[in-house]
Nanobody, 123 residues
Framework: QVQLVESGGGLARAGSSLRLSCEFS????????MGWFRQAPGKEREFVAW????????SFANSVKGRFTISRDNAKNAVFLTMNSLKPEDTAFYSC????????????????WGQGTQVTVSS
């Protein structure tokens, strides 16, 4: 059973940085693509970024491109989301996801989800 545990959220000021971590367990990590999604109050869950199984390919939402990076450490079974130049509109509940099959920017293409972590950015 895949288990995902996020950490690293919290309160940040606009312009600052935060790094989210997601620890993976239960299966072979390198067989799974990893993604980050977020949901703000009253809004739909939205795609943030994904990284391929090998780490060679990444994709970002336009709203975070150039500010966020995604990386993975297959030796440590972890994926990271480094968020720079944070904006108040980045405030949301961030969740990591894992998928062994076909995946995309749609949240329903991801099978496994963590509990999430709150990120709040003050202006």
């Amino acid at each position: 059973q895949v288990q995902l545990v996020e950490s690293g959220g919290g309160l940040a000021r606009a312009g600052s940085s935060l790094r989210l971590s997601c620890e993976f367990s239960g299966r072979t990590f390198s067989n799974y693509a990893m993604g980050w999604f977020r949901q703000a109050p009253g809004k739909e869950r939205e795609f943030v970024a994904w990284i391929s199984r090998s780490g060679d390919s990444q994709s970002f939402a336009n709203s975070v491109k150039g500010r966020f990076t995604i990386s993975r450490d297959n030796a440590k079974n972890a994926v990271f989301l480094t968020m720079n130049s944070l904006k108040p509109e980045d405030t949301a509940f961030y969740s990591c996801a894992a998928e062994a099959g076909t995946y995309g920017r749609e949240w329903w293409t991801w099978e496994h989800w963590g509990q999430g972590t709150q990120v709040t950015v003050s202006s």
